[in-house]
């Protein structure tokens, strides 16, 4: 039983985030392939994926254990639903954070020299980790995301709407009963063994996840006495909901939106949502990258979406209007 301890404060400070993000994601879903016994709204999903591990993605295939603690990627490469943006910062993570992560995860012993480069600070081992978070994303998540990123919106509409008819209370009562419990001031969720946590007026933050079945993580940095932890909550509950998730490219449905805009730039602004870059939008897209600048200028210039730089990417994001509309077409 994991038992999450609120006061006050922590009440007032919980909150629900869109994502955990693409890399933790990824990590999610090689955690979810490796189950004896798939969940049935999973099944259809390791069928399509199955045989597309090659590799080019064993760099992270061999840092997730049959048992045991996993690695945090949501720690290492941050929560950005971008896929180029979680590279940038697993990259630039601190080697003593890198090292603190892989510590606990159970590496076979044809990779633990390579495990323990990465740790090091081998910078050559950090970028072939990079590499591995990539080949994987691009097997097991990327097909599926532009369907999975409205099916998180919905639920966190839910968890929106939730709170405000009831409040916080109401929310965490709500969240997936009985296999959560809230008997205030304590969070009672079902849990492989039993964890007390204190949030300590830090606050708690509530985050759907795909690639996750009847199961909650709470992921927190022990050292860090201001990180806020975050709990993931499965988003995918039942085959129904599943079903639309698994084809590559989204869910092959009449969309109005995509006869107003045209499909290429409807699916561009869906995945603006929560931002993309021009090359993911590019690869998500199967056009060139030409013709991404050309669809996203048209979003652009009608208000759709705002593009700025981070990095050595540039970011494409969702406007007020473009989620207007996107939520009018769901």
């Given amino acids: 039983m994991l038992r999450i301890h609120f006061t006050a404060e922590d009440l007032a400070r919980t909150r629900v985030a869109s994502t955990i993000g693409a890399a933790a994601e990824t990590y999610y879903s090689l955690e979810m392939l490796r189950r004896p016994s798939l969940p049935l709204p999973f099944q259809r999903w390791r069928a399509s994926v199955a045989g597309h591990l090659g590799a080019d993605t064993a760099p992270l295939t061999t840092l997730v254990p049959t048992t045991g603690p996993g690695l945090d990627l949501l720690a290492l490469a941050g929560d950005s639903p971008d896929i180029d943006h979680a590279v940038e910062a697993l990259l630039r993570a601190p080697r003593t954070r890198v090292r603190r992560e892989l510590e606990p995860v159970a590496v076979g012993p044809a990779h633990r020299s390579w495990a323990r480069a990465v740790a090091d600070g081998d910078s050559d081992a950090r970028r072939l980790l990079a590499a591995g978070l990539v080949a994987c ?194």
Avoid at 194 to 218: C, D, N, Y
Avoid at 245 to 261: F, Q, S
Avoid at 280 to 292: D, N, Y
Wanted: charged fraction near 20%; charge should be positive; hydrophobic fraction near 40%.
């Fill in 137 to 330: 994303h691009r097997a097991t998540v990327a097909p599926y995301w532009a369907a999975s990123r409205p099916r998180l919106d919905v639920v966190r509409a839910q968890y929106a709407r939730t709170f405000l008819e009831g409040g916080v209370e109401t929310l965490l009562a709500a969240l997936s009963p009985p296999l959560v419990r809230w008997r205030p001031p304590v969070l009672e969720i079902r849990y492989p063994r039993p964890v007390e946590v204190h949030l300590g007026g830090r606050g708690l933050i509530l985050v759907p996840t795909v690639f996750s079945w009847r199961e909650f993580s709470l992921l927190y940095d022990p050292h860090d006495d201001e990180s806020v932890p975050q709990l993931t909550v499965p988003a995918v509950t039942d085959p129904a909901a599943a079903a639309a998730l698994w084809h590559p490219g989204g869910p092959r449905t009449d969309n109005p939106l995509g006869a107003l805009l045209g499909r290429t730039r409807a699916a561009a602004l869906r995945l603006a949502l929560d931002g993309c870059s021009t090359t993911e939008l590019a690869a998500r897209l199967g056009v060139s990258l030409p013709a991404v600048s050309q669809h996203t200028k048209a979003l652009r210039d009608a208000r759709l979406i705002t593009t700025s730089r981070r990095g050595g990417s540039v970011l494409h994001m969702a406007t007020a209007l473009g989620r207007e509309l996107l939520d009018g077409n769901r």
